[in-house]
């Protein structure tokens, strides 16, 4: 019985691994925490997605071995979804075992907001930031690969 | 000093524009010939006394397309009437995505009872011209074809109930009352155009 009620519990702890992330609901506050130049010298890569974007589902697996890759270097991925609800993006990222920190931004004022995000995005998915300091690069395209994912990553990265 | 200071504010300037791509406000449409849902070929010289015309890139797959399907309708009920039809374009290769196909177009167009031409943009010469780049994407266009508008149809895609502005029909009035459009160009998040790469 004990046994049973131990596996229950750690059954659930498991599985409820991801059923918490975080949900910006006002661009503002997205903006205040992710997007603020930092004094620090880690490179942040800002990645714009939803499940029900195909192209976006297809490099996530890049952006996974990236982490993989620099994980013992100043490099922080973060996967901004636009789905509808938390729901559908908890669900994806357990499904497709997701390491990296993935945030939910769900203001639907997005004329308001495209804008602060780049100038140059017309609205489309995927995008990829890169931010660096004062420093950032911008992206609307897939990739299709991890070198060329890579080779972006590293135009920012080499920069002091 | 100064001049040169000018020189290069131009220049750098005349390059941004340049890498633009795509119709902006005041230059002129082109015209096309596309299949429609119903089999038959259209082009927007058909139309006959139009006083504009609201050209929508959008598809069947897209979240964002379908969920302005039922607002597409019920813009082709107010607009057509008063000279302004809307005119629908897969701009989507399906071969990068198979929902988007010519069949499943009909399909769709059926099902919900589209009452505005949905034209596959076979070969994908059209959007580019255009410089749709996502779907739902609107280009208004006046009875001369200018580009009068380009953008979203109103500021919330998720929630009809919600919208504060709507852009596009506000862009209709202001154009049909012979008034500055304000905004003439608006941003909304869509589904990026399928190329086969």
Redesign the interface.
């Known amino acids: 019985m004990r046994i049973t009620i131990l596996a229950f519990i750690l059954l659930i702890s498991t599985s409820t691994l991801f059923s918490q992330i975080k949900v910006y609901e006002k661009f503002d506050d997205f903006e205040k925490e992710l997007l603020q130049p930092t004094n620090d010298d880690t490179l942040y890569v800002i990645n714009f997605w939803a499940t ?4 976006c589902v297809k490099e996530l697996p890049y952006f996974e071995q990236l982490n993989q890759k620099y994980k013992n270097e100043k490099v922080k991925i973060i996967l901004v979804s ?1 789905d ?1 609800t938390t729901e559908q993006v908890i669900n994806f990222i357990n499904k497709k075992n997701i390491k990296n920190e993935v945030v939910l931004l769900t203001d ?4 308001t907001w ?2 602060k995000v780049d100038s140059s ?6 995008i990829t930031l890169f931010l660096k300091g004062k420093q950032k690069d911008f992206h609307e395209k ?1 990739y ?1 690969n991890l070198e060329e994912l890579e080779t972006d990553l590293l135009k920012l990265k080499t920069i002091k | 000093m100064m001049k040169n200071l000018m020189t290069i504010i131009a220049l750098v300037f005349t390059t941004a524009i340049n890498a633009q791509t795509g119709y902006k406000i005041g230059e002129t449409a082109t015209d096309f010939k596309l299949k429609g849902t119903d089999d038959k070929m259209h082009s927007l010289a058909e139309v006959k006394d139009a006083k504009g015309y609201i050209v929508i890139f959008t598809c069947n797959h ?2 964002f397309s379908k969920l302005y399907e039922d607002r597409i309708i019920a813009l082709q009920t107010a607009y057509q009437g008063k000279g302004y039809p809307v005119i629908a374009i897969n701009p989507n290769d399906p071969k990068a ?1 198979p929902d988007d196909s010519f069949e499943l177009m009909k399909e769709r167009a059926k099902e919900k009872g589209f009452n505005f031409w949905y034209l596959f943009d076979d070969g994908q010469k059209i959007y580019p011209q255009y410089g749709a ?2 779907t739902p994407h609107v280009f208004l266009l006046d009875n001369n074809k200018v580009v009068k508008y380009i ?2 149809i109103d ?5 009809p109930a ?1 919208v504060e502005v709507k ?1 596009l029909e506000n862009a209709i009035n202001a154009l049909e009352a012979g008034e500055k459009i304000d905004p003439e160009t ?9 190329v086969v ?1």
């Open positions: 029900w974007c195909i192209p636009l509808f639907s004022k997005t004329n495209i804008e995005w017309s609205g489309a998915i995927p897939d299709h | 897209c979240p995505n780049t996502k953008g979203a500021d919330n895609a998720k929630d919600a852009f608006t941003k909304a998040i869509g589904c990026g155009i399928k790469q």
